[in-house]
């Protein structure tokens, strides 16, 4: 079966300072990855989304990249993180239509 | 864990009775739809999804249905239970790279 990772759960990180969020997948090749962010109380923004290595869409201008090393783990970077940035970010893969998801990194940015 | 919910429309249920989340979507041209639960502080976990070319699709304990000349889509949820309360949403597809546009969500609390 599939399984999809996040880490870390949470992360407090300074204005200013870099981030790395990574996803990986396992159980299943050549997915659909998917970066979302949700502000509290808030539905689920796109951010990026990737459908092969090395190939990234950026779905909103912003302060955050997305890079996709190996065909299973996406990874959510900034080099100097703002106070908007805090968030629950969610990693999704899909194989055909429907999505799933992983368990989110809560971000605080202070 | 995250505060989901904080400002989204809120459905109170009593436990063991049917409960009903309703959804407009924007494209006529969306295809797919799916519906997703999220509890406090954890991922959106899939519930149940429907295609274009359905009007009604069952789960266990859930029902959807779509309406595509009013762009209306609903979750029934039979005999609520508490482990129901969570947020849900809506989601559409109507581009490649199965790309799913959310909706704002709704919380629903379960009473017992």
């Known amino acids: 079966s599939q399984t999809i990772h996040q880490w870390p759960a949470t992360l407090v990180q300074p204005v200013g300072s870099p981030l790395s969020l990574e996803c990986t997948v396992e159980?299943?090749?050549?997915?659909?990855l998917y970066w979302y962010r949700q502000a509290a109380g808030r539905g689920l923004q796109l951010l990026f989304y990737?459908?092969?290595?090395?190939?990234i869409s950026s779905e909103v201008p912003q302060n955050l990249s997305a890079s996709r090393p190996q065909d299973r783990q996406f990874i959510l970077s900034s080099k100097k993180l703002l106070l908007s940035d805090s968030g629950f970010y969610l990693c999704?893969?899909?194989?055909?239509?429907?999505?799933?998801f992983g368990p989110g990194t809560r971000l605080t940015v202070t | 864990g995250e505060s989901v919910g904080l400002h989204l429309p809120t459905l109170s249920v009593q436990e063991g009775d049917n409960s009903i989340i309703n959804c407009a979507y924007s494209?006529?041209?969306?295809?797919?739809f799916i519906w997703y639960k999220q509890e406090s502080g954890k991922g959106p976990q899939f519930i149940i999804d429907?295609?274009?070319?359905?009007d009604k699709r069952q789960g266990q304990r859930v029902t959807v249905l779509l309406n595509k000349t009013v762009k209306h889509l609903s979750l029934q949820i039979a005999a609520t239970q508490p482990g129901d309360s969570a947020v849900y949403f809506c989601?559409?597809?109507?581009?490649?790279?199965?790309?799913?546009?959310f909706g704002t969500g709704t919380r629903l609390q379960v009473t017992l």
């Open positions: 159980g299943t090749s050549n997915p659909n």
């Open positions: 494209n006529s041209a969306s295809d797919y």
């Open positions: 429907i295609r274009s070319n359905m």
């Open positions: 990737s459908v092969g290595i090395g190939q």
């Open positions: 989601a559409e597809n109507n581009s490649p790279a199965s790309k799913l546009t």
């Open positions: 999704a893969w899909s194989n055909r239509n429907e999505q799933y």
